[in-house]
């Protein structure tokens, strides 16, 4: 256990479904960060929140749609993915302007 | 803009052999440096860090050293065992931010 809580840890969904990934952390971190990690690619970061607020979105299409309702949680939301969404996707968390990141364990999302 | 550049993998070695795995960056400022290690299942943790020039980062029996003049952090381990068997990532964090950046990430496979 890391200090990062990613759930769940697996989900297979439909191109129709809608579903969630939820991220927690409780190490009083105030920043949050959302990765995509696909076979044999580099690690893409998604989204980055500090103090709960969006800084960066990487041109991530708009069937992900992030929220961070407080400091501790971090949620992804899911709709009509497409097969080439799946992969396993990574949140963490930082104290911003310190050094490195808490990852989560991921949860590897398959989209049938 | 700031990047990373690891050695591709795989790298196949057997037990008790030497590791290197090669990692160069570029950035405009002074970064900090880190490794971070996936093993299978999971998500990322972070191996070790160097924050300044001339720094050794050191764990589980890895080190790396933070080579301005040559812009480098390679990490080395002078006898792998195969629970050493992961995918390994260089990253580097802007100081004023703390936002990392990855690199590629090298699987290393140690057979007994």
Not at chain 1, 3 to 12: A, C, D, K, N, S
Not at chain 1, 73 to 85: A, I, K, M, R
Not at chain 2, 2 to 26: K, R, W
Request: with cysteine.
């Amino acid at each position: 256990e890391t200090g990062v809580t990613q759930t769940p840890r697996h989900l297979v969904m439909g191109m129709t479904n809608k579903k969630s990934l939820k991220c927690e952390q409780h190490l009083g971190h105030n920043a949050m960060y959302w990765y995509k990690q696909s076979a044999k690619k580099p690690l893409e970061l998604m989204f980055v929140y500090s103090l709960e607020e969006r800084v960066e979105n990487n041109s991530v299409p708009s069937r992900f749609s992030p929220e961070c309702p407080n400091s501790s949680h971090l949620f992804l939301h899911l709709h009509t993915l497409q097969p080439e969404d799946s992969a396993l996707y990574l949140c963490a968390s930082s104290e911003q302007g310190s050094y490195g990141y808490t990852f989560g364990s991921g949860t590897r999302l398959t989209v049938v | 803009g700031d990047s990373v550049t690891q050695m591709e993998g795989p790298v196949t070695l057997s037990e008790e052999a030497f590791l290197t795995i090669n990692c160069t960056y570029t950035a405009t400022g002074y970064p900090s440096l880190f490794w971070y290690v996936q093993y299978p299942g999971e998500g990322l943790q972070l191996l070790l860090k160097a924050t300044k020039a001339d720094d050794k980062g050191s764990n589980k029996g890895f080190e790396a050293t933070y080579r301005k003049e040559t812009t480098s952090f390679h990490l080395e381990k002078g006898s792998v065992q195969v629970s050493d068997s992961a995918v390994y990532f260089c990253a580097l964090s802007d100081r004023s931010w703390g936002k990392l950046q990855f690199g590629a990430g090298t699987q290393v496979v140690v057979t007994p």
